[in-house]
């Protein structure tokens, strides 16, 4: 069993910002498996499940808010007994630009509060993430207001684009592994 969990707030209201983009790429992962996200009881959560590969994989999304999102993730591994190799988080990343798919097998959450909660409840860095280019904030613009602010419209086949780059990026760390999927995806936003 392994887990994709993105991150993101739940509400309509944050549907289609910057900061939800983790959600969309578990979306889109969902979209192509042609499943549905169900809600979790056992702990704040939605999910779906699906195959990526050879491997059983179940799609989360926290519906706790951001800086919460640790305590679904840690739910979903301890409800599951999946390992935290085993476990990839999807976010954004203000400092990557807007197209920008970076993969790494560990590390810190920056300042990234979703994941600053996720590595507090997990108690260790080594898990997979794929960090997902929503940048750069304009200069002097609040991070708070950008990060919670929608795409602009001129930005949506670029959103449309990183996403399914992202969702790409997931779907290969089970397919090569993390190592590989990194030299891939990591070399350009586009290649």
Known sequence: MKLVVGLGNPGKEYARSRHNVGFMVVEEIARRKGVEFRKMFWFPAR????????????????????????RAVWGAMKK????PVDTVVVYDDVELELGGVRVRAKGTGGSHNGMKSVLEWLQTKAFPRVRVGIGPKPEGAD??????????????????????????????????????????FNRSKTG
Request: aromatic share 8%; with cysteine.
């Open 143 to 184: 991070m708070i207001g950008f990060v919670l602010g929608s795409f602009a419209d001129e930005e949506s086949l670029g959103l449309e684009k990183v996403v399914e780059r992202a969702a790409d990026a997931v779907e290969s760390i089970f397919s090569i592994g993390t190592e590989r999927t990194m030299n891939e």
């Open 80 to 83: 599951w007994r999946v390992d």
């Open 47 to 70: 999910q779906a499940m699906c195959r990526i590969g050879d491997c059983e994989v179940r799609l989360v999304e926290p519906t706790t808010y951001m800086n919460r999102s640790g």
